[in-house]
């Protein structure tokens, strides 16, 4: 059975282009797939009236061992973004009673980032759910070919300098 991508590099076949259009074969799929996976990610976070940011800096938290607490620092190499975004999206989850910021007792200038009861019980709704819905969209692979490709992805990953 076809899909879109087929359909692209059929029509690069008929112009007769002199180009190795294959990469199209696996780029263009991994593509159309973070479409559909962040869709069905974006509807998962909706229900527990988050974003994929505060999941992410919520699950990273809770992921983190007990007492579950991070540096600011720690959370944005964690998530991968400027001291700028991390400082906003804390604003935004303490604002809404789902993390707290304490100063370490002794160290006036070192913050330590924590889940309230609130983040806790927010995070552990929204995990279950997440991990649900990547279930979902998997489904149609058996589990050896989840791990292959899991694999395949990672060694991808890993040629292009993402250890």
């Known amino acids: 059975m076809s899909d879109h ?3 692209v590099m059929e029509q690069w076949a ?3 282009v002199d180009l190795d259009v294959s990469p199209m074969a696996v780029v263009g799929r991994i593509k159309r797939l973070a479409q559909i996976i962040e ?3 974006r509807v998962t976070y909706n229900q527990h009236a988050i974003d994929a940011a505060a999941f992410d800096v ?5 992921r983190s061992p007990p007492p579950h607490q991070l540096t600011p620092a720690e959370l944005m190499r964690a998530a991968m973004v400027t001291s700028g975004a991390i400082t906003q999206r ?4 303490e604002g809404r009673g789902l993390i707290s910021r304490d100063r370490r007792h ?6 330590r980032v924590s889940l309230t009861p609130e983040g ?3 995070i552990e709704g929204a995990l279950k759910d997440n991990f ?3 279930g979902r969209i998997l489904a149609g692979l058996t589990p050896a070919q989840r791990e292959r490709l899991g694999k395949d992805l990672r060694r991808l990953l890993q040629t292009l300098g993402d250890a």
């Open 120 to 122: 806790r019980e927010l």
């Open 132 to 134: 649900a819905t990547q």
């Open 106 to 111: 002794g160290d006036g200038r070192s913050i």
């Open 5 to 7: 991508v087929d359909h």
């Open 58 to 62: 919520l699950a990273t938290l809770r």
């Open 90 to 93: 804390l604003d935004r989850l």
């Open 39 to 41: 869709s069905e990610l």
């Open 14 to 16: 008929l112009q007769g």
